[in-house]
Structure formats: C-alpha cells, structure tokens
C-alpha cells in the first residue's frame, strides 16, 4: 500500500506503522489486556499476546519489505514492462525477487527481535521463559543459577535461526544480481 500510494489507504497504512513501530510492545499490551475490557472487550492472556506481537511484527515486516522493493532499479521495472509482462508478472517475477534478496537481513533480524519481545508477554499473565524465570528465583532463590538458565535457554532458541538465517543469505546472495559486473 505504501509502494502503491493508494490514496485512501496509505495514510491509514501510514498511521499504523508510526503507531506501531513508535510504541513499546509492553505499553501495546498493557493497552490491549488491561484497557479494551474497560470498553468492554475482553480477549485473553494469549490472544492478546499474539494482536500485541503480530501488530508490532507485522510494521517492522512491512517496512522493509517495502524498502527491499523501493531499493530495486527503476531500469528493471521498465525492462520487463518493456518486454510486455503485465504489472503482477513484473512484481511477482522481477520485483519480488529482487526485493526479497535485499529484505532478508532486516527480515530475518525482526524475527530474532520478536522472539526476543515475548520476553514482556508476562504482563498479560501469559507464562512465557522470563515469566518462569522469575517464579523459579522466587522458589528457590537461586538468581545466578536461573539467570544463566535463561540466557541459555534464550541461545538455543535464537542461535540456530540466526545461524539459518545468515546461511539463506548467503546462499540469495551468490545468485543476486548485484554480484555481476555491470559491465
């Protein structure tokens, strides 16, 4: 929508990106737990982790998303289009492509962020490792020890994705079209 400029819809588009990405996932969640059933609308712990998580998420996506497409030359456009493929063929085989190859990294360090947010998923009384954490210092009072537990808990979640991550860039990498010599 914002690549498009559709008039009606990107200043709403733009409205939810700003509003997203500018306010903390925990003041998003305090909003949607403990200030929609003021106005009557309930929605459980879970439910209102993953609106919370999916809304923050889904702008950050967006955004570079949109820049990955933005970053694609204007002389690719017109080439395809000057080879007669109509407007969905030229974003879904020359676009897209292209865009995906530049947006990966951004992508793939917003989900590595996300993961890392439903560390606050605590607040709306979902029991999330942070949330088992804090139970098991309060148990057994063994803060190091859980704390440590924690960070490595956290490690064999993360690391495996980032380690995937850099291994599918690499190899969109080798291909992109950016490696050849203009010449």
Request: proline letters at 6%; hydrophobic letters at 45%.
């Amino acid at each position: 929508i914002r690549y498009r400029k559709i008039p009606f819809l990107l200043p709403l588009s733009t409205a939810y990106v700003e509003l997203s990405r500018n306010t903390p996932l925990l003041v998003q969640l305090f909003f949607l737990y403990f200030g929609l059933p003021k106005a009557g609308i309930h929605i459980s712990g879970e439910t209102c982790a993953a609106v919370g998580l999916t809304f923050l998420g889904g702008s950050y996506m967006a955004e570079a998303l949109r820049s990955g497409i933005e970053s694609v030359p204007v002389s690719q456009y017109e080439s395809a289009a000057a080879l007669g493929l109509t407007e969905h063929q030229i974003f879904r085989f020359v676009l897209l492509p292209q865009a995906f190859t530049v947006s990966l990294p951004p992508l793939c360090a917003n989900v590595l962020f996300l993961i890392k947010e439903t560390s606050v998923f605590s607040v709306c009384a979902v029991p999330d490792l942070m949330y088992i954490a804090k139970d098991l210092i309060g148990l057994y009072y063994k803060t190091d020890e859980t704390l440590w537990m924690l960070v490595i808990s956290y490690l064999i979640i993360l690391l495996p994705i980032s380690a995937g991550a850099s291994l599918l860039e690499r190899r969109l990498h080798h291909g992109s079209y950016r490696d050849t010599d203009p010449v």
